[in-house]
């Protein structure tokens, strides 16, 4: 069975710091890993997918990595700001159509 | 560009009661999905569908039932609720099996 793992659950830092968020799975059979953030009382939002085939994607100051032999992923926040102050989670796909949820990451990025 | 649409946004059922969620996209997307998010167990699939007309058991199905009549809505039944339904429920819509997932802002529902 799948299981995917965030951690630390909670993560406080100064504004400016550059961060790194981890994601471990534990089948590295996923077809793609996606990265989401969550604001209090919101929904999801997708941030970053990589497919199985890719090593990296990158949007602004964020990058994520896939590393599926060792299943791992990281999503790296450059220059945090406290707007980034968020819950991030991470998503294997498994199978053609299941996504498998971490329970996510509390950033808090204080000025 | 309203995206997926969840109504309602709030709700507060006696157990027993019935209601149906609604998720709205107007993405055109094919795959649709019901979400439950708790404290400490994260996000779990209850039910979804790969195009109009079909649906599909994901992991916590018992308790609910769902139709995709249309390709744009897909709705969540409860018929009767139970308090261990309390929770925040979750639609998302996506294209295709590779694309990104897209979620509405979710129904907090509290069942007493």
């Known amino acids: 069975k799948q299981e995917v793992t965030q951690i630390p659950a909670a993560l406080s830092v100064p504004e400016g710091e550059n961060l790194v968020l981890n994601c471990s799975f534990t089948?590295?059979?996923?077809?793609?890993l996606q990265w989401f953030r969550q604001d209090p009382g919101k929904g999801l939002t997708s941030l970053l997918l990589?497919?199985?085939?890719?090593r990296e994607q990158t949007s602004g100051r964020l990058n994520a990595s896939l590393d599926k032999s060792s299943g791992r992923s990281t999503l790296y926040i450059a220059a945090s700001q406290p707007g980034d102050s968020a819950t991030y989670l991470c998503?294997?796909?498994?199978?053609?159509?299941?996504?498998?949820f971490g329970t996510g990451t509390r950033l808090q990025v204080f000025p | 560009n309203a995206g997926v649409t969840q109504t309602p946004k709030f709700r507060v059922l006696k157990t027993g009661q019935s209601m149906t969620l609604l998720c709205a996209q107007d993405?055109?997307?094919?795959?649709m999905y019901w979400y439950r998010q708790d404290p400490g167990m994260g996000l779990r699939l209850i039910h979804y569908?790969?195009?109009?007309?079909?649906?599909a058991k994901g992991e916590v199905p018992d308790g609910y039932n769902v139709s995709r009549l249309k390709k744009q809505n897909f709705l969540l039944g409860l018929e009767s609720a139970a308090p261990s339904q309390t929770s925040v429920y979750f639609c998302?819509?996506?294209?295709?099996?590779?694309?990104?997932?897209?979620f509405g802002n979710g129904t907090r529902l509290t069942v007493t």
């Open positions: 998302a819509s996506r294209r295709g099996s590779d694309s990104p997932l897209h």
């Open positions: 089948d590295s059979a996923i077809y793609n």
């Open positions: 990589i497919q199985s085939s890719q």
């Open positions: 998503a294997v796909r498994r199978g053609t159509d299941k996504l498998i």
């Open positions: 993405m055109n997307h094919e795959y």
């Open positions: 569908s790969v195009g109009e007309g079909t649906t």
